[in-house]
Nanobody, 117 residues
Framework: QVQLVESGGGLVQPGGSLRLSCAAS????????MGWYRQAPGKQRDLVAT???????NYADSVKGRFTISRDNTKSTVYLQMNSLKPEDTAVYFC???????????WGQGTQVTVSS
């Protein structure tokens, strides 16, 4: 089993920044992909960004140039630096770890990000 614990959400004004962190623990397969997804009220959960163990990244078009995903493999931790935040970025952000052996996804509990003046 894998456990994911997120931190760093909160309330921020438009144009502000936040940094999310997600620490993984448990039986972590080395060849995994970690990422962030978000879900706004009444909407489906959507991809924000992913990163492979080797550092290959993928971003949703809506966050390109504003968000940066990174990871520290020694700490099994993934980060999401969010800059130039907009009200439409308001959502619950979920950490994800994809185990490629079994094509299985682990999820964190979610952290609320609210962008409002």
């Amino acid at each position: 089993q894998v456990q994911l614990v997120e931190s760093g959400g909160g309330l921020v004004q438009p144009g502000g920044s936040l940094r999310l962190s997600c620490a993984a623990s448990g039986s972590i397969f080395s060849m995994n992909v970690m990422g962030w997804y978000r879900q706004a009220p009444g909407k489906q959960r959507d991809l924000v960004a992913t990163i492979t163990r080797g550092g290959i990244t993928n971003y949703a078009d809506s966050v390109k140039g504003r968000f940066t995903i990174s990871r520290d493999n020694t700490k099994s931790t993934v980060y999401l630096q969010m800059n130039s935040l907009k009200p439409e970025d308001t959502a619950v952000y979920f950490c994800n770890l994809h185990d490629s052996r079994y094509a299985y996804d682990y999820w964190g509990q979610g952290t609320q990000v609210t962008v409002s003046s």
